[in-house]
């Protein structure tokens, strides 16, 4: 897809960014506008991704975001889905990235730990602070600690301003001198079923605003669930090029435009407003997908910018 076509999208489309900070509306951007490296670290090495759910989440829910993240994985021991277009291959988009650099370093994927808080122990309305308590409570060094909150838990901004958010926080670990502390990475993503499926679930959702399209068929069979593996993706691939604050971005460094919210809106090939591109139907279910999992899962996910094309990249 031509980086002129892709970037004037922006000037019309009113789907929500993912950022640093947040998934934040954006009105336009300019078409000269491509990510910068801002020198910082990017992840890299071995790396376990840490799953804390807070609230209830049924055994099928957590089963397509595990699902979702051993497609990512890198490791040799995980089995890689066979048929193509892959989850896996979305990602390889991310490599890229790192090629740029002059470290020239590798990112490998595990799924860690998971953590349940069925009882919500910080109550079912949450702050930015007890996001970060809570993605705490996973591995502080070589992790992304990932918070998923159920249907219904409010978090700060959530429906408002953002769908999910990514950061890093001060580990509470030491090195070995006792003066330095590293610091961790992590990401919240929120439930939208019942709260604003047509702002954080679209295209599987009519949406509030903008063109009006009939919704897809979720993939998984599950709006809420299918609508935040598509901020998950986001997210990840956000993370994983700008960890810190100080990767690869374009715009405000507490808004910026990241590898997957610089293409909003755009899951295939002659994407538009209000038009998600042309996917892959399944025979059976009539569900649209543009990604193979591991278990045969079928995914959503979002096009990535491609540094070295400068220009939207999209499975499909």
């Known amino acids: 897809m031509a980086t002129k076509f892709i970037f004037m999208l922006f000037l019309t489309?009113?789907?929500?960014?993912?950022?640093?900070a947040s998934r934040k509306l954006m009105d336009k951007i300019s078409s000269d506008q491509l990510l910068k490296y801002h020198n910082g670290a990017?992840?890299?090495g071995q790396i376990k991704i840490n799953l804390i759910w807070y609230g209830k989440f049924k055994p099928s829910q957590k089963a397509i975001v595990t699902d979702f993240i051993n497609s990512i994985a890198s490791s040799s021991s995980t089995p890689v889905a066979k048929s193509q277009p892959s989850v896996a291959t979305w990602w390889k988009t991310t490599e890229s990235f790192y090629h740029l650099t002059t470290k020239k370093s590798k990112l490998s994927l595990t799924l860690g730990k998971q953590i349940l808080d069925e009882k919500c122990s910080l109550g079912k309305s949450l702050t930015n602070k007890n996001i970060v308590q809570l993605a705490s409570k996973g591995d502080q060094k070589n992790a992304i600690n990932i918070v998923?909150?159920?249907?219904?838990?409010?978090v700060e901004g959530f429906c408002m301003s953002r769908c999910g958010t990514h950061g890093s926080a001060m580990s509470s670990l030491v090195n070995k001198s006792g003066l330095k502390r590293s610091k961790f990475a992590y990401i919240w993503v929120g439930n939208s079923e019942t709260q604003c499926a047509g702002q954080c679930a679209w295209p599987f959702h009519q949406p509030i605003y903008g063109p009006q399209g009939a919704p897809l068929?979720?993939?998984?069979?599950d709006v809420g669930v299918d609508g935040?593996?598509?901020?998950?993706?986001s997210l990840l691939a956000g993370t994983a090029t700008n960890p810190f604050g100080n990767g690869y971005y374009q715009g405000p460094k507490d808004a910026p435009l990241e590898a997957s919210?610089?293409?909003?809106?755009?899951?295939?090939?002659?994407?538009?407003?209000?038009y998600a591109g042309n996917l892959l139907v399944d025979p059976t279910t009539g569900a649209s997908y543009n990604a193979n999992g591991v278990n045969g899962r079928k995914y959503l996910l979002p096009a990535l910018y491609n540094p070295v094309t400068s220009s939207c990249s999209t499975l499909v």
């Open 13 to 20: 489309i009113s789907m929500f960014q993912i950022g640093f």
């Open 42 to 44: 990017l992840l890299s």
């Open 148 to 154: 998923l909150t159920s249907s219904d838990v409010n």
């Open 217 to 221: 068929i979720a993939p998984n069979n």
């Open 228 to 233: 935040m593996i598509i901020n998950l993706a």
């Open 261 to 274: 919210s610089a293409c909003p809106g755009v899951y295939g090939k002659g994407a538009y407003p209000g």
